[in-house]
């Protein structure tokens, strides 16, 4: 499916779209709630936030589900092989060939991901993500899911937030056929990608207006590159240099004796507001398609017990 193909479809279901985020009335309110619940997922662990959080790195990650989940057993073209991955992959541009192979191999050697030999084709690898990397991904998933509660409260985004591996493949299932559009979309958003094209480099954002919230007037926040850096597996150069380029592009001012102090200029936190949107938006949009489909089997118990339609 074309980009513009599902968003034609985003007119015959309920979904929450991007200008209806930015000028909802409880937008600051969505955003402290999105950046804590994002800080909450990755802080303290550089394990995944050097794992996953880079552009490159993240696509992967969210691709490998997606066609884990489309994977037709009597389609060979359908199975997850490594070929597959690059080929799907490649229309974001953010990886090469051998930056898939080594995060492939690395998500492989902590247990995210299997390699198996194809049942017809024993020469032939199947990647396969493991329960770690599908519970890390209903993890992230449910990042959404209290901005969401914010932002729509009129519609039940229940089956994300209960832990049902049915919807959860269902849910990737649909995601595959909005890669286009996502990578469209992010793709107007450069301030975003400055960060996320560093390792770590949005959860250093994140941390960054995380501490702003607590200032007056969020205008400025203390930014000790030592702490952030231990915080997500990276050096305090790393942190200074995000932050010196995040500076170049007119997104920050550094204040203070070693730049320590970090005034947010307007067009960054209107860039983070637009990422989120954009992010809202087209989760919503998949997850209305996927349950309006009805193309999966309640899997837990909570689910088999609650049939609430969306409304």
Known sequence: MEASDLEALAASVPHVSIDEVL???????ARGAYIRRHLALYDRNPFLSRLLIEAGRFVVFK??????AAQDASRRETWLTMRRLKQEA????FTSDRQIDHLVARLRAVGFLDAVAHEEDRRLRILKPTATMLAHDRDWLLTLMEPLAIL???VD?????RDDRGFQAAFRRTGLQSLALAAKLFATIPETLLF???AAGHMVLTALLHAALAEPGRLRAPMPFDEVGDRFGVS????????VAAQDAGLVRLQGRGGHLVEILPRLWASHDRGMAVGIFLHTLVYAVARGRGSFTPTSAHSRESGDPVS
């Open 196 to 198: 996320f094209s560093r």
């Open 236 to 243: 305090r150069t790393h942190v200074r240099n995000l932050l």
């Open 23 to 29: 000028g909802h009335p409880r937008l600051a309110e």
């Open 157 to 161: 985004y229940g089956l994300a937030s």
């Open 152 to 154: 729509a409260p009129q």
């Open 63 to 68: 691709v490998l589900l997606a066609l884990d």
């Open 90 to 93: 490649a229309i974001f541009g």
